[in-house]
């Protein structure tokens, strides 16, 4: 079993940036395909941004536009998300997943752990 936790979410006004930080527990950590996802209210939960088993392939959504940037830690069992230039369409709560197939997958129901998700909040 994979635990994983999710922190540094936070409020910020337009154009700010955060780190979002997700520290796994359990597991084979550097086997993890890794990924996030958010979840604005009254909207589906979307793919974000992924990053395969080696951190040497990534995949990102359109919307991010270059503003974020997918990074793990494989000794420190953590992966993070960078978010830069944030606008109000950024509100929702950002969520960490884990994939034992190792690969950088960009649809929900390929990844078999989730966290709780970390709040982002951008005010204009």
């Known amino acids: 079993q994979v635990q994983l936790v999710e922190s540094g979410g936070g409020l910020v006004q337009a154009g700010g940036s955060l780190r979002l930080s997700c520290a796994a527990s359990g597991g084979t950590f550097s086997n993890l395909g890794l990924a996030w996802f958010r979840r604005a209210p009254g909207n589906e939960r979307e793919f974000v941004a992924s990053i395969m088993w080696t951190g040497g392939m990534t995949f990102y959504a359109d919307f991010v536009q270059g503003r974020f940037t997918i990074s793990r830690d494989n000794a420190k069992m953590t992966v993070d998300l960078q978010v830069n230039n944030l606008t109000t369409e950024d509100t929702a709560v950002h969520l960490c997943?884990?994939?034992?197939?190792?690969?950088?997958?960009?649809?929900?129901?390929?990844?078999?752990?989730w966290g709780q998700g970390t709040q982002v909040t951008v005010s204009s």
């Open positions: 997943a884990a994939a034992t197939s190792g690969l950088a997958r960009q649809k929900g129901d390929q990844y078999e752990y």
